[in-house]
T-cell receptor, first 112, second 112 residues
């Protein structure tokens, strides 16, 4: 069975700091990789996804993620966070379609 | 509607009662997914449909849980004889095909 690990449960940053959230998965075959975000009081939204091709994926709101196959990792990055990035972030993988296996989530708080 | 709609948003029920959670997907979306999210954890896959056909129900925890989508649109997740451990956020998502899944706001179920 596949699993997803997000190493940081809570992250606190000041505005303009750089962000990197770790995500590792365990599955030896081909996977699709996703990052979802949940802003306070809102539903889960897709930030970015990787299916194939360039391992550096750019998503909405200045986020990007890099797929490193040898490390089974798909870390999320943003060079300069804003207060509005305060949210919970979920990494997810799927073998097909949207039958997603999610990580436990990382709560990000950005201090103004 | 514009997005995935779930009702009720909040449900409090007594142990032993049956509950039915409703999901109205984005019009025209073929696939519909149910997830459950316990407090402090990521969403966990329960089941999914393509049109009216239930394609995978491997995530349903036991036979008290069932789901249907009789006309290929609205879906109902039913939990019989609820237990306190069933308390969670139940999330529905829909997608046009294998692409991005759009999530609803979720139903917060509390079993007392």
């Amino acid at each position: 069975a596949q699993s997803v690990s997000q190493h940081n449960h809570h992250v606190i940053l000041s505005e303009a700091a750089s962000l990197e959230l770790g995500c590792n998965y365990s599955y030896g075959g081909t996977v699709n990789l996703f990052w979802y975000v949940q802003y306070p009081g809102q539903h889960l939204q897709l930030l970015l996804k990787y299916f194939s091709g360039d391992p550096l994926v750019k998503g909405i709101k200045g986020f990007e993620a890099e797929f490193i196959k040898s490390k089974f990792s798909f870390n999320l990055r943003k060079p300069s966070v804003q207060w509005s990035d305060t949210a919970e972030y979920f990494c997810a993988v799927s073998r097909a379609g949207n039958m997603l296996t999610f990580g436990g989530g990382t709560r990000l708080m950005v201090k103004p | 509607g514009a997005g995935v709609s779930q009702s009720p948003r909040y449900k409090v029920t007594k142990r032993g009662q049956d509950v039915a959670l409703r999901c109205d997907p984005i019009s025209g979306h073929v696939s519909l997914y149910w997830y459950r999210q316990a407090l402090g954890q990521g969403p966990e896959f329960l089941t999914y449909f393509n049109y009216e056909a239930q394609q995978d129900k491997s995530g349903l925890p036991n036979d008290r849980f069932s789901a249907e989508r009789p006309e290929g649109s609205i879906s109902t997740l039913t939990i019989q004889r609820t237990e306190q451990r069933d308390s969670a956020m139940y999330r529905c998502a829909s997608s046009l095909d294998m692409d991005e899944a759009f999530f609803g706001q979720g139903t917060r179920l509390t079993v007392v």
